[in-house]
């Protein structure tokens, strides 16, 4: 009699299974700001300061008092010209300062006029070059003003550490003083494939290609993949389809890394030699993931001199091991570096397409949108059709036992939020 099937594991119980698994790696590195783009922040930056540092002027204009300027059409003496990087004196009453964007705002004035709103009047003829403005508006206290720290205030958390720095990010650090940032190490990934009828590109020109064997597309987009979330990577290669070399590659892996990738081998053929090696060395949970491509799942442990290396197990079709990379290991990878949000961004989109038959496993359509602004479906949605992914911009995440027909609000998760 045969064992009874284990039931799939739901995607989501698998995602907060792995999670608690990943524990963020010990060590720091320190880099410049300018080199930290796209690095996980492991210390918090707190402003020594306040941003802006004193009011300053939005606009270039003339600085004034409003209790000056009751109606249109006042003229006033120029007393001063404040430049950005300069510092002006207490504005006279009865007087304007000309200033420019940036510039602190003197003391004692309370708004700034546009230049659109002034008429200058004999700037040239004037002793001092100064002259006087004619004031065609009248200001509101505080209007283009941009008062001190109102952007960040001293002593403020400005980035908290787990933040995922991008461009906007650098800048905001650059903007406290920060010109060294604390950031998380970079995970150390060993990267192999499995299978015997893998082949490398420029290995075999395509017409020589023996019966049976296919290129090894799984290596590259992986690779590209951990890149992306910052890590350093080994490429171990093509292992062959035999237990003792992929129990030797596993070991040597092990000994340098944080952790080991692979695709193909995790299902219980006779010919798939993962589960025993791994088992051999150390320890090996084998999922079938509720959702539809990307099955079956591998994460393990194997020992090491000083703790231990984690292993995870990928299906072999491409679009499986796309996907399952994209929702597994990639929120896996950005825990080890701190990041305390990893799942993907999904947003409501219109289907202009029909899915008559719901699967019993949750289903990621290849999708992309159209001229209208809905989703058109990719015609085929084979595990092994890697163009999907290639043609699509994202994924329709629909739930087990769901049809879809035209009109039908769904959630779309884009690729840019899967490969950030």
């Not at 698994?21 to 880099?31: C, E, I, W, Y």
């Not at 092994?384 to 290639?390: E, F, I, K, R």
Request: hydrophobic residues 45%; aromatic residues 6%.
């Amino acid at each position: 009699m045969r064992p009874a099937m284990k039931p799939l594991k739901p995607l989501d119980e698998a995602l907060r299974d792995l999670l608690l698994q990943a524990a963020p790696l010990q060590g720091q590195d320190t880099v410049t700001t300018f080199d930290a783009d796209g690095r996980v922040l492991a210390q918090s930056c707190v402003s020594a300061l306040q941003v802006p540092p004193q009011d300053n002027s939005s606009m270039d204009g003339y600085a004034v008092r409003c209790a000056d300027v009751t109606a249109a059409g006042v003229v006033l003496p120029v007393s001063q010209r404040i430049a950005a990087g300069s510092a002006g004196d207490p504005l006279l009453p009865g007087t304007a300062a000309r200033i420019f964007t940036g510039a602190p705002v003197p003391a004692g004035a309370d708004a700034i006029l546009m230049q659109e709103d002034c008429e200058v009047l004999a700037a040239a003829a004037a002793e001092d070059g100064l002259g006087s403005v004619r004031i065609n508006a009248v200001p509101q206290a505080g209007q283009w003003i941009r008062s001190a720290g109102e952007d960040i205030t001293r002593g403020a958390v400005v980035l908290s550490a787990g933040t995922r720095l991008t461009p906007a990010e650098l800048g905001l650090a650059a903007s406290i003083g920060q010109h060294q940032l604390q950031v998380a190490r970079r995970p150390r990934v060993a990267l192999f494939s499995t299978g015997d009828e893998l082949v490398m590109p420029g290995e075999v020109p395509p017409e020589q290609m023996r019966p049976g064997a296919i290129y090894n597309s799984n290596r590259f987009f992986l690779r590209a993949m951990l890149l992306r979330l910052g890590c350093e990577v080994t490429d171990f290669g093509i292992v062959p389809d035999r237990r003792e070399a992929t129990i030797e590659a596993l070991r040597a892996a092990g000994a340098e890394h944080d952790l080991i990738l692979t695709s193909g081998g995790v299902s219980v053929g006779e010919e798939d030699h993962i589960k025993p090696a791994v088992e051999s060395l150390g320890r090996l949970d084998l999922w079938q993931i509720a959702m539809k491509p990307g099955k079956p799942f591998a994460y393990g442990q194997i020992p090491r001199e000083v703790g231990t290396a984690h292993f995870m197990g990928l299906p072999g079709n491409p679009v499986s091991s796309f996907l399952t990379f994209a929702l597994l290991v990639r929120p896996f990878v950005l825990r080890l570096q701190g990041v305390t949000k990893v799942a993907p961004q999904s947003t409501a989109a219109r289907a202009d397409f029909t899915w008559p038959k719901a699967d019993k496993r949750r289903e990621f359509l290849r999708v992309r949108h159209n001229a209208a602004g809905g989703l058109d479906l990719f015609h085929n949605q084979s595990s092994g059709v890697l163009t999907s992914a290639a043609w699509g911009d994202g994924v329709v995440d629909n739930p087990a036992g769901q049809t879809i027909g035209p009109g039908d609000t769904v959630r779309f998760i884009a690729f840019s939020e899967l490969l950030a």
